[in-house]
């Protein structure tokens, strides 16, 4: 066998072999799923995604969230954290989950009031807010 054939009997075995390592998951369409949203504040939402997909971008478009509103978002599946990084299939996602998610909402005046009161229970209401004794 001349050294080209054997160079090229190589570089066929080494394209196979590159080839194949190619179908993974990032290369190839994930299998179909049904997920349904249950978002803290509104109805849930079904949505059909793909195995391989990035939770953060689906949740995101899904819900029509801020980049602000993404970054303080928490995700669980039967209250563990989701990675919201990784694709569903990373996370353990199947078809059929329901997933948990949960918006930080800004507190009112009164809320942050009651839970100064409730951790400091030498204070009273007037202490903490003058103006409304």
Do not use: H
Not at 19 to 40: H, K, R, V, W
Not at 64 to 83: C, D, F, N, P, T
Not at 100 to 111: C, D, H, N, Q, Y
């Amino acid at each position: 066998m001349s050294g080209s054939s054997k160079m090229r009997e190589v570089l066929a075995e080494d394209l196979e072999r590159v080839s194949s390592s190619y179908s993974d998951a990032a290369f190839s369409q994930g299998e179909i799923m049904t997920i349904t949203l249950l978002p803290d504040d509104a109805e849930s939402i079904i949505i059909t995604v793909q195995s391989n997909q990035i939770v953060q971008d689906i949740i995101q478009e899904a819900l029509k969230l801020s980049a602000a509103q993404i970054r303080s978002m928490m995700v669980s599946l039967g209250g563990e954290a989701v990675e919201m990084t990784m694709c569903f299939e990373e996370n353990g996602i199947e078809d059929g989950a329901r997933i948990e998610v949960s918006l930080p909402r800004k507190a009112t005046f009164e809320e942050v009031v009651q839970d100064m009161l409730e951790l400091n229970p030498d204070c009273t209401k007037v202490i903490i807010n003058p103006l409304n004794s």
